[in-house]
């Protein structure tokens, strides 16, 4: 078994639907599983380093292989910011809503040919004898101006990938998983799971 280190039943659900199409057949399971483990405070100041942090803490809490991944939204126009405090760019952690909502407000006077993003993710494996691997991915697009779709979570609805005229919230999650920052790393990711695990 490997332990997701994560709540969020989006990610889960994307998680393993991506996992599994890299051919990695270990059962998953969330951090609903183990009450106990509180909040991991994300004190790094890359996505790797929060990454790391969060599969380290739940590999040594259950002493069981753990994933663990962040991820955040990078715009041009604000320095590559939210990034890793993306989840709270609102100052309240996972309000969705209200980080769409500051984030298109800050850059709402930025012309649309100034308006690039990229969604980025770092996919990290801890076990419990402290070995570890990481992986990166990426997804680059443009911020529009109002949110659209119903897919996904997060800044879903404001990313249109290149060379794509729908906002990743607008995909099938078959779609999303196939090009996603989150897929990208993931899917490099795995073959080291497969490596290490078996």
Not at 105 to 113: K, L, N, R, T, Y
Not at 117 to 128: E, M, R, V
Not at 180 to 189: I, K
Request: net charge negative.
């Amino acid at each position: 078994m490997i332990v997701l280190a994560t709540r969020n039943q989006g990610k889960i659900a994307e998680l393993r639907d991506i996992l599994a199409e890299a051919g990695l057949t270990r059962p998953l399971v969330g951090l609903e599983d183990y009450p106990e483990i509180g909040e991991i405070p994300e004190t790094g100041l890359t996505f790797t380093e929060n990454a790391l942090i969060k599969a380290h803490a739940v590999a040594k809490a259950t002493g069981l292989p753990a994933i663990a991944d962040d991820s955040g939204l990078c715009v041009d126009a604000l320095n590559g910011m939210p990034g890793v405090f993306s989840a709270r760019w609102s100052g309240v952690h996972g309000d969705d809503k209200a980080n769409l909502d500051l984030l298109l407000a800050q850059i709402g006077d930025v012309p649309d040919e100034h308006r690039a993003a990229h969604f980025a993710c770092a996919a990290a494996l801890a076990l419990p004898d402290g070995t570890e691997r990481v992986a990166e991915g990426r997804l680059e697009g443009r911020v529009i101006r109002a949110p659209r779709g119903t897919g996904g979570f997060g800044y879903d609805p404001i990313l249109v990938p290149d060379g794509d005229t729908r906002t990743t919230a607008e995909l099938t999650p078959e779609e999303k998983n196939a090009i996603s920052h989150r897929g990208r790393a993931f899917r490099a990711l795995a073959p080291q799971i497969a490596t290490l695990l078996t």
